[in-house]
């Protein structure tokens, strides 16, 4: 840093010769521009900001000049706008037909946020959790506005569970939408279903159910609520309604209540007794009963609420299960069998026995 | 947007230099309330904070030492001291707090907490919930209920892995592993407890598998923790589940099926390889599997939806064991003590 230590003088022009030399300049701008409308009160016109911060001067009566002004001053506005920058417009009095800019500090500054050791410590985790480029990117930005000001993050805390955060492409533009009450329609393929269908959906918000991400709004062509898993929305979602194009969803509406609903804990009224292979089947006897030996394998005591899904995991096993009771689960086994074994006769397999 | 020199290559130079100006005034205008808020810090701790060189900390610090409020005369300028290798910011021409959270950047973070909150098991449950209150409440309006979460678990026993983890003991734990229905007790080494896609795994090493392993919490039927300490090997390295846990290699078998409409579902339960319409109505779906007796009971289990069309020895395996099974039930009933109550 020769130039702070040598030259009191601040000279701009020391490194020119860097590789970074025009976008330094450009950065400069910037942070002046954001300095210089930050202690404004008034609105300054594109004029007077030219007139003021390095970096604007040009020749006003020159046109070829004047727009190249426009277009850079246009450009940093827009960068600024990007960045968060809440630039406001308006005309320092009624007189004025030229608007005029200025930065808020209310609307400017991170509000303070007290947070202990360990809170920061849970923030630096949850920052670390996204696999997801741009969130993981939003997520670390967001961190180094709170280090600069002044939470001091551990690098190395820890919190014993590590859950792995993923989420679908549609994630940010559904909960974008959401936020800003935008309708959506996006192709929707449901494995059952040949192709895919266009849904159209006022998003009320998005939820993540056991380790799945849902959307949950008003369906437009159903007129009900209804809820989409994101992995199945084909391509891009298209948002198609101006902000605010929805009323909010009613008060106290419990979004996880519409996904997990289907989820309840099932009841098992059925009771099943089935004959094991001694040492086998480990994955029946793990959720069994009862297990009795006898001479010819294990009884176990199975309790159901579906036949068929039950008859479905006893096939699995194959001949190491054999059902005794009730005779509905027996016959559903039996008939599965069949066709299996009737769907996997091969001419050349058969030939062979 | 301008032209910029060299007009071939300025199209796609443009957006990363764009991008990374956008960064760098980012950085910029955190790094003065950072130094601010830590007065006499030394130039290579707060580099490494930020995540930067050492080297461009100090062009950032030259950068910002030209700038200021209009005037821009000795007493406008953004000033520091530098005493040694430590720096302290004595005026800061009212950039004195960072920006606001984005949406984005709100929204990432709050999600990421909520996610942290609802995972069942974690130590430290209270502080994550007043950082989650904190943050959203200078999040205002920006994420709101947009984004709800739950991930339903086991907290009990997540809690007995994870506390196996922090004490650094080793596990006896009796495991059901599903690829090869069976029950074995194995001594294990506690690594990490991780929730992935709403389920629970330790990630340990396995002293029987001498390898590094999943182990599905919902599948460790018992748990001992034992007082001699968790000894992993310097060798043993953790998966990266970022793209799941199961990630089938080329080496494992291919099995090609025939879905029918019923059996779809399992293209979205399985990584699979390739998925086709048709026949028909039907799918043709290839997979990779950990092994074939693995597939024979996954095939069995789907039932007359699926149809095996390759391996040949697998076409057979489900053929023999239907058939196998059948047999038995042509033979009379073994006697049954009809269970009652």
Same mark, same amino acid.
């Given at each position: 840093?020769?130039?702070?230590?040598?030259?009191?003088?601040?000279?701009?022009?020391?490194?020119?010769? *860097?590789?970074?030399?025009?976008?330094?300049?450009?950065?400069?701008?910037?942070? %002046?521009?954001?300095?210089?409308?930050?202690?404004?009160?008034?609105?300054?016109?594109?004029?007077?900001?030219?007139?003021?911060?390095?970096?604007?001067?040009?020749?006003?009566?020159?046109?070829?000049?004047?727009?190249?002004?426009?277009?850079?001053?246009?450009?940093?506005?827009?960068?600024?706008? &990007?960045?968060?920058?809440?630039?406001?417009?308006?005309?320092?009095?009624?007189?004025?037909?030229?608007?005029?800019?200025?930065?808020?500090?209310?609307?400017? +500054?991170?509000?303070?946020?007290?947070?202990?050791?360990?809170?920061?410590?849970?923030?630096?985790?949850?920052?670390?959790?996204?696999?997801?480029?741009?969130?993981?990117?939003?997520?670390?930005?967001?961190?180094a506005k709170l280090r600069a000001a002044g939470v001091?993050?551990?690098?190395?805390?820890?919190?014993?569970?590590?859950?792995?955060?993923?989420?679908?492409?549609?994630?940010?533009?559904?909960?974008?939408?959401?936020?800003?009450?935008?309708?959506?329609?996006?192709?929707?393929?449901?494995?059952?279903?040949?192709?895919?269908?266009?849904?159209?959906?006022?998003?009320?918000?998005?939820?993540?159910?056991?380790?799945?991400?849902?959307?949950?709004?008003?369906?437009?062509?159903?007129?009900?609520?209804?809820?989409?898993?994101?992995?199945?929305?084909?391509? +891009?979602?298209?948002?198609?309604?101006?902000?605010?194009?929805?009323?909010?969803?009613?008060?106290?509406?419990?979004?996880?209540?519409?996904? +997990?609903?289907?989820?309840?804990?099932?009841?098992?009224?059925?009771?099943?007794?089935?004959?094991?292979?001694?040492?086998?089947?480990?994955?029946?006897?793990?959720?069994?009963?009862?297990?009795?030996?006898?001479?010819?394998?294990?009884?176990?005591?199975?309790?159901?609420?579906?036949?068929?899904?039950?008859?479905?995991?006893?096939?699995?096993?194959?001949?190491?299960?054999?059902?005794?009771?009730?005779?509905?689960?027996? &016959?559903?086994?039996?008939?599965?069998?069949?066709?299996?074994?009737?769907?996997?006769?091969?001419?050349?397999?058969?030939? @062979?026995? | 947007?301008?032209?910029?020199?060299?007009?071939?290559?300025?199209?796609?130079?443009?957006?990363?230099?764009?991008?990374?100006?956008?960064?760098?005034?980012?950085r910029l205008l955190n790094l003065v309330p950072y130094l601010l808020a830590r007065?006499?810090i &030394?130039?290579?701790?707060a580099?490494?904070d930020l995540?930067?060189?050492?080297?461009?900390l100090?062009?950032?610090?030259?950068?910002?030492?030209?700038?200021?409020?209009?005037?821009?005369?000795?007493?406008?300028?953004?000033?520091?001291?530098?005493?040694?290798?430590?720096?302290?910011i004595?005026?800061?021409?009212?950039?004195?707090?960072p @920006?606001? @959270?984005?949406?984005?950047?709100?929204?990432?973070?709050?999600?990421?907490?909520?996610?942290?909150?609802?995972?069942?098991?974690?130590? %430290?449950?209270? +502080?994550?919930?007043?950082?989650?209150?904190?943050?959203? %409440?200078?999040?205002?309006?920006?994420?709101? *209920?947009?984004?709800?979460?739950?991930?339903?678990?086991?907290?009990?026993?997540?809690?007995?892995?994870?506390?196996?983890?922090?004490?650094?003991?080793?596990?006896?734990?009796?495991?059901?592993?599903?690829?090869?229905?069976?029950?074995?007790?194995?001594?294990?080494?506690?690594?990490?407890?991780?929730?992935?896609?709403?389920?629970?795994?330790?990630?340990?090493?396995?002293?029987?598998?001498?390898?590094?392993?999943?182990?599905?919490?919902?599948?460790?039927?018992?748990?001992?923790?034992?007082?001699?300490?968790?000894?992993?090997?310097?060798?043993?390295?953790?998966?990266?589940?970022?793209?799941?846990?199961?990630?089938?290699?080329?080496?494992?078998?291919?099995?090609?099926?025939?879905?029918?409409?019923?059996?779809?579902?399992?293209?979205?339960?399985?990584?699979?390889?390739?998925?086709?319409?048709?026949?028909?109505?039907?799918?043709?779906?290839?997979?990779?599997?950990?092994?074939?007796?693995?597939?024979?009971?996954?095939?069995?289990?789907?039932?007359?939806?699926?149809?095996?069309?390759?391996?040949?020895?697998?076409?057979?395996?489900?053929?023999?064991?239907?058939?196998?099974?059948?047999?038995?039930?042509?033979?009379?009933?073994?006697?049954?003590?009809?269970?009652?109550?």
């Amino acid at each position: 840093m020769a130039c702070t230590t040598l030259c009191r003088g601040r000279c701009r022009a020391a490194d020119t010769a *860097s590789v970074g030399a025009v976008s330094r300049t450009r950065t400069e701008r910037l942070v %002046n521009l954001v300095i210089c409308l930050l202690s404004t009160r008034r609105f300054l016109t594109a004029a007077q900001i030219a007139a003021t911060v390095p970096g604007y001067d040009h020749d006003p009566d020159d046109p070829r000049d004047h727009e190249a002004f426009q277009r850079k001053f246009e450009r940093d506005k827009a960068e600024l706008r &990007e960045l968060g920058v809440p630039l406001e417009t308006g005309t320092a009095s009624v007189f004025d037909t030229e608007p005029g800019y200025r930065i808020a500090r209310r609307e400017y +500054a991170l509000p303070d946020i007290p947070l202990e050791p360990d809170e920061a410590a849970a923030v630096g985790i949850a920052a670390r959790l996204w696999r997801h480029a741009g969130l993981a990117a939003a997520a670390s930005s967001g961190l180094a506005k709170l280090r600069a000001a002044g939470v001091d993050v551990d690098p190395h805390a820890t919190l014993g569970v590590e859950p792995v955060v993923t989420v679908d492409p549609a994630f940010a533009p559904l909960t974008g939408a959401a936020r800003e009450r935008r309708t959506v329609s996006f192709d929707y393929r449901v494995p059952e279903r040949d192709a895919p269908g266009t849904r159209r959906l006022q998003p009320w918000g998005v939820v993540c159910w056991r380790g799945r991400w849902y959307v949950v709004g008003h369906d437009l062509d159903r007129d009900a609520v209804r809820c989409f898993r994101l992995s199945r929305i084909v391509g +891009a979602v298209r948002v198609t309604g101006r902000p605010g194009s929805f009323p909010p969803p009613p008060a106290g509406v419990d979004l996880i209540s519409h996904v +997990a609903r289907w989820s309840g804990p099932v009841e098992r009224t059925g009771r099943a007794t089935v004959l094991v292979r001694s040492g086998r089947a480990a994955g029946l006897r793990r959720w069994a009963d009862e297990c009795t030996a006898g001479p010819d394998g294990d009884r176990l005591i199975l309790r159901y609420a579906d036949p068929e899904s039950l008859a479905a995991s006893l096939v699995g096993y194959g001949a190491d299960v054999r059902v005794l009771a009730p005779p509905e689960l027996r &016959e559903a086994v039996i008939q599965r069998l069949k066709e299996i074994a009737a769907g996997h006769e091969a001419p050349a397999a058969g030939a @062979l026995r | 947007m301008t032209a910029t020199r060299g007009a071939g290559k300025a199209a796609a130079a443009r957006p990363a230099g764009s991008r990374a100006s956008a960064d760098r005034l980012a950085r910029l205008l955190n790094l003065v309330p950072y130094l601010l808020a830590r007065p006499g810090i &030394e130039i290579a701790q707060a580099a490494a904070d930020l995540g930067v060189t050492e080297r461009q900390l100090r062009e950032d610090l030259e950068l910002l030492w030209v700038c200021g409020l209009p005037g821009y005369g000795p007493g406008d300028l953004i000033d520091m001291a530098f005493d040694g290798d430590r720096v302290t910011i004595t005026y800061d021409a009212g950039i004195d707090r960072p @920006l606001r @959270l984005t949406p984005d950047e709100a929204l990432a973070l709050v999600v990421a907490l909520r996610m942290l909150a609802e995972t069942p098991g974690m130590a %430290n449950r209270d +502080a994550i919930e007043r950082a989650l209150a904190k943050i959203e %409440n200078a999040a205002g309006d920006l994420v709101g *209920s947009a984004v709800a979460v739950r991930l339903p678990g086991d907290a009990e026993r997540l809690d007995l892995l994870r506390g196996a983890v922090q004490r650094r003991r080793a596990l006896r734990i009796t495991y059901y592993t599903a690829a090869r229905d069976e029950t074995t007790e194995r001594t294990v080494d506690p690594l990490r407890v991780l929730m992935v896609a709403g389920r629970a795994y330790l990630e340990a090493w396995c002293r029987r598998a001498e390898a590094v392993r999943l182990f599905r919490a919902d599948r460790i039927d018992a748990l001992t923790e034992l007082d001699e300490p968790a000894m992993a090997p310097p060798e043993a390295q953790l998966h990266d589940v970022t793209a799941g846990v199961f990630r089938p290699t080329p080496e494992l078998p291919l099995v090609t099926l025939r879905v029918g409409r019923g059996g779809r579902w399992i293209t979205e339960y399985y990584p699979c390889e390739e998925v086709r319409p048709g026949p028909g109505d039907e799918w043709t779906v290839a997979m990779r599997v950990t092994d074939l007796t693995w597939a024979r009971r996954f095939v069995l289990g789907l039932g007359p939806d699926v149809t095996v069309i390759s391996p040949p020895e697998l076409v057979e395996a489900v053929r023999a064991e239907a058939a196998a099974a059948l047999d038995a039930y042509a033979v009379p009933q073994p006697a049954t003590p009809e269970p009652t109550g």
